[in-house]
Nanobody, 117 residues
């Protein structure tokens, strides 16, 4: 069973930074595309960023130039560095793993990010 555990969320002022981490266990991490999603109250869950097993990255337009996704296959961890945070970035952030060949997917439990002064 694949387990994903997010950490690093919290309260930050506008313009500040946070780094989220998602640690995976129970699988061969390098076979998965990893992604970060977020869900704000009353809104649908949306894709924020993803990184393939070959480290090809893509981002939502709303976070381009501010967020950076990266992965450490040796540590079975994916990161989301978030800079220049805005109040509209406030959401629960979820980690997702998708197997490159079977498309089997797994979700983490989420971590709250609140951007407020």
């Amino acid at each position: 069973q694949v387990q994903l555990v997010e950490s690093g969320g919290g309260l930050v002022q506008p313009g500040g930074s946070l780094r989220l981490s998602c640690a995976a266990s129970g699988t061969i991490f390098g076979m998965y595309t990893m992604a970060w999603y977020r869900q704000a109250p009353g809104k649908q869950r949306e894709l924020v960023a993803q990184i393939t097993r070959r480290s090809i990255t893509s981002y939502a337009d709303s976070v381009k130039g501010r967020f950076t996704i990266s992965r450490d296959n040796a540590e079975n961890t994916v990161y989301l560095q978030m800079n220049s945070l805005k109040p509209e970035d406030t959401a629960v952030y979820f980690c997702k793993a998708v197997h490159e060949f079977s498309a089997t997917s797994y979700w983490g439990q989420g971590t709250q990010v609140t951007v407020s002064s």
